[in-house]
């Protein structure tokens, strides 16, 4: 099947430790994206990724970190310098058009990230 | 960052009533994207525009690309109890997507 597949769905991590969320999409597209939502919360961009080994910050990357060596994947470290990692954190992956404009965006299923 | 102002924050309405909700920002985007949340799960791409002026439709949803740009709105006709849920407009700006800070809609039979 065709999709966006993030891992786990529920991760627990104690305070002060790096945590890598995994997301993996098998549609061919080139953009990725990780947006974090809090409790009652829109989305908020994190780092987003137009081709393989090239990434850019979005509004709040700080403490996070991120990596593209294969088209496929495009996973996030919540790193310890993270102040309040707690909350769900959701993947998407779409395609880029004609003039490499993006178009559609699909979502995977989320992490909820709770830190102890 | 870029802000998408969404609104109505939140809408109490009763079956079978249309809702309308919107999107506006001070920057002009490339496409339009409508998303609909339900608890603890991913948004769902409800619809997609292209081009300035773009009316679309999906079953009951229909959304339009405004014509300056800076705007979309969404409208639901026909409201029933599983519309429930929260709505998120998107913008494409370059390869940047933003959400505005989502519409909760509460649905009573």
């Known amino acids: 099947d065709g999709g966006i597949t993030q891992s786990p769905k529920y991760l627990f991590r104690k305070e002060g430790q790096n945590v890598t969320l995994s997301c993996e999409q098998n549609?061919?597209?080139?953009?990725m994206y990780w947006y974090r939502q809090d409790p009652g919360q829109g989305l908020r961009l994190i780092y987003y990724?137009?081709?393989?080994?090239?990434?850019q910050k979005g509004d709040i990357a700080e403490g996070y970190s991120v990596s593209r060596e294969k088209k496929e994947s495009f996973p996030l470290t919540v790193t310890s310098a993270q102040k309040n990692p707690t909350a769900f954190y959701l993947c998407?992956?779409?395609?880029?058009?004609?003039?490499?404009?993006?178009?559609?965006?699909?979502f995977g299923q989320g992490t909820r990230l709770t830190v102890v | 960052g870029q802000q998408l102002n969404q609104s109505p924050q939140s809408m109490f309405i009763q079956e079978g009533e249309d809702v309308s909700m919107n999107c506006t920002s001070s920057?002009?985007?490339?496409?339009w994207l409508w998303y609909k949340q339900d608890p603890g799960e991913g948004p769902v791409l409800l619809i997609a525009?292209?081009?300035?002026?773009e009316l679309t439709s999906n079953g009951r949803l229909t959304a339009q690309f405004g014509i300056t740009r800076k705007d979309s709105f969404l409208n639901i006709s026909a409201s029933i109890p599983s519309d429930v849920g929260i709505y998120f407009c998107?913008?494409?700006?370059?390869?940047?997507?933003?959400f505005g800070e989502g519409t909760q809609l509460t649905v009573n039979p």
């Open positions: 920057s002009i985007f490339n496409t």
């Open positions: 549609l061919n597209h080139d953009a």
């Open positions: 525009l292209y081009k300035a002026g």
């Open positions: 990724s137009q081709i393989v080994n090239d990434f």
């Open positions: 998107a913008g494409h700006r370059g390869s940047r997507l933003t």
């Open positions: 998407a992956s779409g395609r880029t058009g004609k003039s490499m404009v993006n178009t559609e965006a699909f």
